[in-house]
């Protein structure tokens, strides 16, 4: 018989206008009774749960992730239980034997025997400190959205500043958005007033390039984006100074983060002390967190053979950051430990698979930066690619060894 863990648990099916809770009781001679019960999920219902479960002494929760209705369950029970919040695929009913009281039944049996596989969650004010910075990314987005409506709106008007200018969004280009917004019959302005330093060197090719026409149209357009857009920054902003105060007490985790290379802007250090946290002993080694961060490949074996061996879709957030930290710091050569082992395995796998070891390799010094409270060094992979005095290789070995770590051989 498998081993019970928790003799008294409760197995919670949340919805969004009610939970339903079982709490699963095992005696000496390992009988199950059961008791149910239905709440509202109103923060009065809630109260009843918690003071439900502990009459009945039930300090070990387990409920399914369901969209955002867990949440509320969670912060209110978060003092009185230990709560162990499980991916839905972890506690799918059998089908056909599919109900309310029967799904909370289900979520205790296998609690009870402690088969579900407990989601990382980090305290309160980490949470918080992830809600701000994930709405953050949502309006970084929404900025660079209008932005690329607004070029849309300048290539059907046939100006072609991005053609000619880096960035459209520049002050010399906004100046001449600005103009031709307000001005959309003066086709033949002086624009030169209007460039600053290098820009003039270009003033021939800005001029045709604002051989456009503006419809009142994509005028009114044009004004709404950009009215939109500067609104957008000004939240963005608010949204910082809101952050910035918040992530306070972390500013030792995030000046230790921010020695790891790549990573040079301060909100980058906080949106990753955001989503693994500070306290790094709630994962036993550093490939557990690379595999919660959805860095690491799948076990898919099957009579002997490896089927896909893709990594999962997890981190959403963290991933995609890390991923951009690694491009950025494999193009430096401030750092041949990285860019070495990028090169590396490039030249056998690829552009992408060499990305995410990289991204792999930041997250796991990462790891051990937080955990020994120490900053990042260098010299520690230097170390590793040190071979033996003693050791003796051949002159092809020397080149191909050369060539994986990116020189070329003549």
């Known amino acids: 018989m498998l081993k019970i863990v928790y003799p008294i648990c409760c197995g919670i099916d949340v919805h969004k206008k009610f939970v339903v809770a079982c709490i699963a009781s095992t005696d000496d001679r390992g009988v199950t009774s059961y008791r149910s019960n239905r709440f509202s999920t ?13 009459s009945n002494s039930c300090r070990h929760v387990c409920m399914e992730s369901t969209g955002k209705y867990w949440i509320p369950v969670y912060n209110i029970l978060e003092d009185v239980s230990h709560i162990t919040l499980a ?3 972890y506690v799918k009913a059998i089908r056909g034997k599919k109900t309310d009281k029967k799904d909370a ?10 088969l579900v596989a407990a989601s990382f969650m980090p305290p309160l004010c980490i949470r918080q400190l992830r809600d701000l910075m994930r709405y953050r990314f949502k309006l970084t987005n929404f900025g660079s959205s209008e932005k690329n409506r607004m070029q849309n709106c300048l290539t059907v008007s046939n100006i072609q500043l991005a053609s000619v200018v ?5 002050k010399s280009s906004m100046k001449i958005i600005d103009y031709l917004l307000e001005n959309p019959d003066d086709r033949d302005f002086d624009f030169i007033p209007l460039l600053h330093g290098s ?12 051989d456009g026409m503006i419809t009142v149209e994509q005028q009114q357009k044009m004004k709404i984006i ?13 949204l910082e100074s809101v952050i910035l105060s918040l992530s306070e007490p972390y500013a030792r985790q995030c000046s230790l983060v921010s020695t790891v290379p790549g990573i040079k802007n301060p909100f980058s250090a906080i ?5 693994i946290g500070a306290d790094m002993s709630v994962f036993l080694t550093a490939k557990h967190l690379c595999s919660w961060a959805g860095l690491t490949p799948q076990n898919n074996e099957s009579a002997g053979k490896r089927h896909s061996v893709r990594i999962s879709r997890a981190g959403v957030y963290i991933k995609p950051l890390l991923v951009q930290c690694a491009n950025a710091v494999v193009r430096s050569e401030k750092h041949p430990e990285i860019r070495g082992r990028y090169l590396s395995i490039k030249k056998r796998r690829g552009h992408k698979r060499a990305i995410i070891a990289i991204t792999r390799m930041l997250l796991t010094a990462i790891y051990h930066i937080l955990l020994k409270d120490e900053p990042y060094n260098s010299e520690l992979y230097k170390k590793v690619e040190i ?9 092809d070995q020397a080149i191909s060894f050369a060539r994986r770590h990116g020189y070329s051989v003549a």
């Open 42 to 54: 109103f923060t009065s219902g809630l109260n009843k749960l918690s003071e439900w479960l502990l």
């Open 387 to 395: 071979l033996p005095k003693t050791r003796s290789i051949t002159v």
């Open 271 to 275: 949106a990753i002390i955001s989503e």
């Open 226 to 238: 950009l009215c939109h857009y500067s609104e957008i920054k000004k939240c963005k902003k608010d």
């Open 87 to 89: 991916h839905p695929k």
């Open 199 to 210: 820009m003039k060197s270009k003033a021939d090719s800005i001029r045709l390039a604002l």
């Open 105 to 114: 039944r289900w979520i205790a049996d296998l609690f009870k025997h402690d």
């Open 166 to 170: 880096s960035d459209t969004f520049g």
